[in-house]
């Protein structure tokens, strides 16, 4: 019934800066807590960042903290990670998610809807 689409990956340098954007369908965003995860090559699925359904409350992996900023505009039906002092081991597919519960967790398990995936190739 959900439907999550992201956008905005590519190939950026090491240091520069990226976007992501996620938009979402099917029912009302505002009622959705909403996170981003990313997956690198053989390694397993992570959180980068969760928000709260009114962008009150914010999560951030340790690792990401200073560096990325998680938004959302919920009139646009639209989520975003705004990357900045990316680094190589940070080149993976970048995943939306949105979840029925309104606490920001960081557990996959917990993610009711996925999107497709968004490449984010960061090079030295």
């Known amino acids: 019934q959900v439907r999550l689409v992201e956008s905005g990956g590519g190939l950026v340098q090491a240091g520069g800066s990226l976007r992501l954007s996620c938009a979402g369908t099917g029912r009302t965003f505002s009622s959705l807590t909403m996170g981003w995860f990313r997956q690198g090559p053989g390694k397993e699925r992570e959180f980068v960042a969760a928000i709260s359904l009114t962008g009150y409350l914010t999560n951030y992996h340790d690792s990401v903290k200073g560096r990325f900023t998680i938004s959302r505009d919920n009139a646009k039906d639209t989520m975003y990670l705004q990357m900045n002092s990316l680094r190589p081991e940070e080149t993976a597919v970048y995943f939306c998610?949105?979840?029925?519960?309104?606490?920001?967790?960081?557990?996959?398990?917990?993610?009711?809807?996925w999107g497709q995936g968004t490449q984010v190739t960061v090079s030295s």
């Open positions: 998610a949105a979840r029925h519960g309104t606490t920001v967790v960081s557990t996959a398990q917990y993610y009711n809807y």
